[in-house]
């Protein structure tokens, strides 16, 4: 079902592109139903990005984020906008899959880190030993390879059902370091070594899922590589302790340059 609605949505494309040659009101018809779901955490709420919305709350999502800018870009009829700072798998069940239906043609997710511990893990690894800290990151891959795959087989199922005829695109997330680059304090080479480890670990297994429920995933390690913490011209936040919350997180740029033009073929 999903492989002929994707067909139906290249036709549309196709009849888009013949605009030009007879005219846009048949390739306006042909656009006028298309939907748009953006469910999943901070890195698709845009935190880290600024100029939140203030109606959001503390979902802070912004129109900085990759999934704003796209549909800015394409303008779907319907965009749904319900990621969310901190949500974990549970939060996405429980309170973002409200505008899904059979008519959603496109959806987007970005969820599992905060499940896996990321914060936790950043926390300790900042402000404890290395030894600690590779011991947190080894608990933190145990829990992926042990709870996370259900979890995040109740939220592709979920999504599945509720729209059955989207594209759902499953996004990962970035390496956060630079190996043996500019920074010269803080977290030691093994502990950024771990860290990143930790980041591909999780990717695999959200990729693998992924998979398995017939979905896209959109791998960013690739496109971050060269603007990692520590490479001189990073598109991710280091720690910020006058705002917390943003460490860690994609900047403007590592929305717009970094998540949006791999969403963008993706979708």
Known sequence: MRLTRFAALTSTLLLAAGTALFGAGQASAAQADFGYVALGDS???GVGAGNYDSGSGNCKRTPRAYP????AAHSPQTFSFTACSGARTGDVLNGQLGPLNSGTDLVSVTVGGNDAGFSDVMTTCVLQSESTCVNRVNQAKAYVDSTLPGQLDQVYGAIDSRAPNARVVVLGYPRFYKLNGTCTAG???GERAAINGAADYLNAAIAKRAADHGFTFASVAGAFTGHEICSGSAWLHSVNWLNIGESYH???AGQSSGYLPVFTNAA
Not at 68 to 71: E, K, Q, R
């Open 68 to 71: 704003a800018l796209w549909a």
């Open 187 to 189: 977290l030691s080479e």
């Open 250 to 252: 994609p900047t403007a």
């Open 43 to 45: 890195y698709s709420s």
